[in-house]
């Protein structure tokens, strides 16, 4: 999973939400500050297969591996950082 | 042969890869005694390498084509006059149904450890390639569509579960897949029939599910329901259960859907109202259902294609038997330059969807992780070939092909029994957008990764047994990874410098190169449903790239004892040509020098009574 990793330190559950929405933002064309954490991101076209590739981003960055389901679990970035924090601290 | 599962990667090519000394295969005890037909010389192909003696699966097919007798004695009941006299009353063949019935046809969508004999996806490919070459309705109407339902119980049942569905399938009961809705079409994340806890906080289904094979007759229903009214991809989930255990007061029955083709499947149509289900229907967890889909469907979605190769298989006996009886211009029109070059063209077709099919069905047992990608693969591109096969057929038997006289009226349903390939199950469409979804991250991630693993070269050899196929392996996504892409640049690279398809696989090495570049680029915004026209070219690109290492790969690890005279890969540079065609990579048709040594082959087998799959066993059809 980590072949063009490259690890970053433990972030900050803010610090992951400004990266998530930034990723986000760029994955779907609209403005970051467009991009609130607490509304589902099916909302902004991000579901279904279509959120594979933010996946292999999160791995890439953060050197853990993402089952897509995670982000099915978790719909918008608030509750899908603290997943991920999750995941980040065992890694 | 030995069982030897070595999980090796691809070897050199062009240096020989089988074990030395292994025995000729597929001479199962119990042949056929047409099997004493001198075998046809042969041509170049890995003959015989699809005959997995270690596997036991021939026997089963030859048991099959031995009940099904000679499709053309006026007197059998499941003979040719039989399935067309079905398919005219828009019937299924009912003594096909009791033939299949005792041949516990059922007992193959099973997994042995369930009491079945499902093992292999190729192996099951074998078998219902068999049923479809004698009449694609009883393929489909018999028997995939309960196998469709199957493998969602099979990748997410409960113990429970499983063994209820395995018991009801083997003791000759079918399932009705029922996830098709007319508003929805392919897209079933938005399926509309709900199955929300009512007052006693029961399950009640409310909706329709619409033309789904065998809705009224089957016992069992798997059923495709939103269980949450969120959006989103945990909304939804399978409910299994028997039809028996349903209010009757609360299910309407729809009028059967009429259709073109296909005639004998029976499509129905059903509407809940208020109707409870028994509390332990959820197959897995709640809103599981779209990752349950997602996963299981990847074995279907290559299986299906598969199987219909056996419809070709028909239509390419049925012309080229029509073209040798009917004289023009003074000689057969079968022996016409062009009547010639379109059969070998079609017979290449049809080699060129079994190698890509049987490659994709075993490498869910050794990839299972990637098999979704495969699958989709498959599913978008080999329907088209075979569509287009029937087609060009029907061109060449012209006039003749449209009068209700001789065996043409067989070619006629087969001609319109081909067409749901392209729809039915997936789109050639919907499949694309499953691949664009993973195009740009495998671009980044997989065909650039120079040490990634290639698939075991036994993915690639049709006669040796497979590892089990595990159903919890299969993923949604294949997270970038391509080990069938990477075959064709492992191997290609270790290709000795004369090997005659080393040229071949340096081009479309280039190819993977290109899209690489492109498919690196593509913004993240143009993968989804309203992706531009270029971008789902380029999943067509990549699903060549995929078929070319398939065919490529296929040859070079062909089996020791296919060497000799089967060294001569005209063949294999064959199917190639006709994959750059089916690409538009160019217009020409096949040259003499790769279309006369099929078309002698083609010949050869309609005479020895053989398929015209890799298999090249022994038929009645």
């Given at each position: 999973m980590t072949e063009l990793t490259t690890q970053t330190a433990q972030p900050t559950a803010a610090e992951l939400v400004d990266w998530l929405r930034d990723r986000v933002a760029a994955q779907t064309g609209r403005p970051a500050e467009e991009i609130d954490a607490d509304v589902p991101l099916n909302d902004y076209g991000l579901d279904s297969v279509y959120v594979f590739g933010l996946c292999a981003e999160i791995?890439?960055?953060?050197?853990?591996?993402?089952?897509?389901?995670?982000?099915?679990?978790?719909?918008s970035l608030a509750p899908l950082a603290e997943a991920l924090l999750t995941l980040i601290a065992a890694r | 042969m030995t069982s030897a599962r070595s999980a090796d990667t691809a070897p050199r090519p062009g240096t020989g890869t089988g074990p030395a000394g292994a025995p000729e295969a597929g001479r199962p005890e119990d042949a056929d005694p047409r099997e004493a037909t001198p075998r046809p010389e042969a041509t170049g192909y890995p003959e015989g390498t699809g005959c997995?003696?270690?596997?036991?699966r021939p026997a089963d097919v030859d048991r099959l084509e031995r009940l099904f007798g000679d499709a053309g004695d006026?007197?059998?009941?499941?003979?040719?006059?039989?399935?067309?006299?079905?398919?005219?009353?828009?019937?299924?063949?009912?003594?096909?149904?009791?033939?299949?019935?005792?041949?516990g046809l059922n007992a193959h969508f099973v997994p042995r450890d369930l009491g079945g004999r499902f093992e292999q996806l190729d192996d099951l490919v074998r078998v219902m390639r068999a049923v479809y070459r004698r009449d694609p309705c009883l393929g489909l109407g018999y028997g995939a569509g309960s196998f469709m339902a199957a493998v969602n119980v099979w990748t997410a049942g409960s113990t429970g579960q499983r063994e209820r569905l395995a018991g009801r399938l083997l003791s000759g009961g079918r399932a009705a897949c029922a996830y098709h809705e007319l508003d929805h079409g392919n897209d079933f994340t938005r399926a509309g029939l709900t199955a929300l806890p009512g007052p006693d906080g029961r399950l009640r289904l409310n909706g329709r599910k619409e033309v789904v094979a065998n809705l009224r007759r089957a016992e069992t229903v798997v059923l495709f329901a939103r269980t949450d009214p969120a959006h989103g991809s945990r909304s939804h989930s399978q409910l299994l259960f028997d039809t028996a255990d349903l209010p009757a007061a609360a299910v309407r029955h729809?009028?059967?859907?009429?259709?073109?083709?296909?005639?004998?499947?029976?499509?129905?149509g059903i509407e809940f109202t208020d109707c409870p289900v028994p509390d332990d229907s959820v197959v897995g967890r709640p809103g599981q259902g779209v990752e349950t889909a997602l996963r299981s469907f990847q074995l279907t979605r290559v299986a299906l294609p598969g199987m219909t190769i056996g419809l070709?298989?028909?239509?390419?006996?049925?012309?080229?038997?029509?073209?040798?009886?009917?004289?023009?211009?003074?000689?057969?029109?079968?022996?016409?330059?062009?009547?010639?070059t379109i059969l070998a063209e079609t017979f290449a077709d049809l080699l060129l969807a079994d190698t890509f099919t049987t490659v994709a069905a075993r490498a869910a047992h050794t990839a299972?992780?990637?098999?979704?990608?495969?699958?989709?693969?498959?599913?978008?591109?080999?329907?088209?070939?075979?569509?287009?096969?029937?087609?060009?057929?029907?061109?060449?038997?012209?006039?003749?092909f449209y009068l209700r006289a001789g065996e043409q009226p067989l070619f006629q349903k087969l001609l319109r029994d081909v067409q749901p390939s392209a729809f039915g199950h997936a789109s050639r469409v919907s499949c694309q957008s499953a691949l664009l979804a993973q195009l740009p991250l495998t671009?980044?991630?997989?065909?650039?990764?120079?040490?990634?693993?290639?698939l075991p070269a036994d993915t690639f050899r049709a006669g040796r047994p497979l590892p089990p196929l595990r159903f919890a392996d299969l993923a949604v996504s294949a997270a970038g990874r391509d080990p069938l892409a990477r075959s064709l640049v492992v191997a290609t690279a270790s290709a000795a410098p004369d090997d005659p398809l080393a040229g071949s696989g340096r081009a479309w090495c280039a190819r993977l190169a290109e899209l690489t570049a492109d498919a690196s680029g593509l913004a993240p915004t143009l993968i989804g449903p309203d992706a531009p026209p270029y971008a789902f070219g380029l999943t067509a690109r990549w699903t060549g790239v995929l078929a070319a290492s398939a065919c490529l790969n296929t040859w070079w690890n062909r089996p020791a004892e296919a060497a000799g005279s089967a060294a001569d890969p005209a063949v294999t540079l064959a199917v190639l040509h006709r994959l750059g065609s089916h690409l538009d990579h160019h217009r020409e048709p096949l040259p003499p020098r790769l279309a006369e040594p099929l078309y002698a082959e083609l010949g050869r087998r309609l005479d020895a009574g053989l398929t015209f799959d890799l298999d090249r066993r022994p038929t009645g059809a």
């Open positions: 791995e890439d960055q953060y050197g853990i591996e993402v089952e897509p389901t995670v982000m099915w679990d978790n719909t | 997995p003696e270690a596997a036991g006026p007197a059998n009941p499941v003979g040719r006059n039989a399935v067309l006299a079905a398919d005219d009353r828009a019937g299924m063949l009912a003594a096909g149904e009791d033939l299949l019935t005792r041949f729809l009028d059967r859907y009429p259709t073109v083709g296909m005639r004998g499947v029976q499509l129905g070709l298989d028909t239509a390419l006996r049925t012309a080229l038997r029509g073209a040798r009886g009917r004289t023009l211009y003074g000689g057969r029109a079968a022996d016409l330059p062009l009547s010639r299972p992780a990637q098999a979704g990608v495969y699958a989709s693969a498959v599913k978008s591109f080999v329907p088209t070939v075979l569509i287009r096969a029937v087609q060009r057929l029907s061109e060449l038997l012209g006039s003749q671009a980044r991630r997989g065909w650039r990764a120079d040490t990634a693993d290639p």
